[in-house]
């Protein structure tokens, strides 16, 4: 069978997106969903997602990681597949749609995706780092020189130690550049290397800083690798709620392969 894909990056995050509503793809194919994302012998791409048909809402977004499994939310997989929403005419601006981890509310303005994420409201604040989920679980650590750090290796020490062990968690490395804005590098569980860029993660940075006081405002922005994002929210006394990732997602390429 051959198979329409669309390519999709946001802020350098990339990923193969293929519309399944018509329930032709095979998902317990794992293998091939690795096939697919390898960036020698196939498309390459940080994850794999399917569009496909939710009775409630205008569609479901279903995530794998690189490594063929199906994983936890997506922030910019999510902004992505909005994106392509749009393209295939299923939605105009504004989008309700289901993810693993729930309902997820987006708006589509000028090729900017806003994409609401959940809500947090536990926190741990640990002496040197803090651990969150936004959708995905994520430990953050403040540093300096960010661009010397040697995020593979010391962020698949930290996924694959204590206490997160096989279950596992991304890592991220954050030095502050103002009172509002960080840069962030990031090591993703399932890829099990650097990305150029992760929503959940920055998500994730930018109420941890807040959480410890680093940020006074609700509003923050944030440097990956392959870009700027910005997160705002709402800072209430039992955790944080109205959360937005907003930045760029666009189509790169389109392509057939044989599933």
């Known amino acids: 069978m051959n198979m329409t894909f669309y390519k999709y990056q946001g802020t350098g995050n990339d990923f193969v997106i293929v519309d399944n509503r018509l329930n032709t793809i095979d998902k317990s194919n794992t293998k091939r969903i690795a096939e697919i994302c390898d960036r020698r012998f196939g498309v390459g791409a940080d994850g794999f997602i399917l569009l496909e048909n939710d009775d409630k809402t205008d569609f479901r977004m279903v995530y794998y990681n690189a490594d063929g499994n199906e994983s936890t939310m997506c922030g910019n997989g999510g902004r992505c597949i909005v994106a392509f929403a749009k393209f295939l005419g299923l939605i105009e601006n504004d989008t309700e749609f289901v993810a693993i981890d729930g309902l997820h509310l987006a708006k589509v303005d000028d090729g900017i995706v806003h994409l609401q994420m959940q809500n947090v409201s536990t926190i ?10 936004t959708g995905s679980p994520h430990h953050i650590e403040q540093v300096s020189n960010i661009s010397n750090v040697e995020v593979q290796s010391t962020g698949a020490k930290i996924r694959y130690g204590e206490p997160y062990n096989e279950a596992g968690s991304n890592v991220n490395f954050v030095e502050q550049i103002t009172t509002d804005s960080f840069a962030v590098r990031t090591y993703e569980r399932g890829v099990e290397d650097e990305t150029l860029s992760c929503g959940t993660g920055v998500t994730a940075v930018a109420i941890a800083m ?13 440097k990956t690798q392959g870009g700027w994002l910005n997160v705002r929210f709402n800072a209430e006394d039992d955790g944080y709620n109205d959360i937005w990732l ?14």
């Open 210 to 222: 807040h959480k410890i006081g680093k940020v006074n405002g609700q509003k923050v922005s944030l």
């Open 246 to 259: 907003i930045g760029p997602a666009e189509q790169v390429f389109k392509g057939e392969l044989e599933w």
């Open 124 to 133: 741990e604040l640990h002496q040197n780092h803090q651990f969150l989920d």
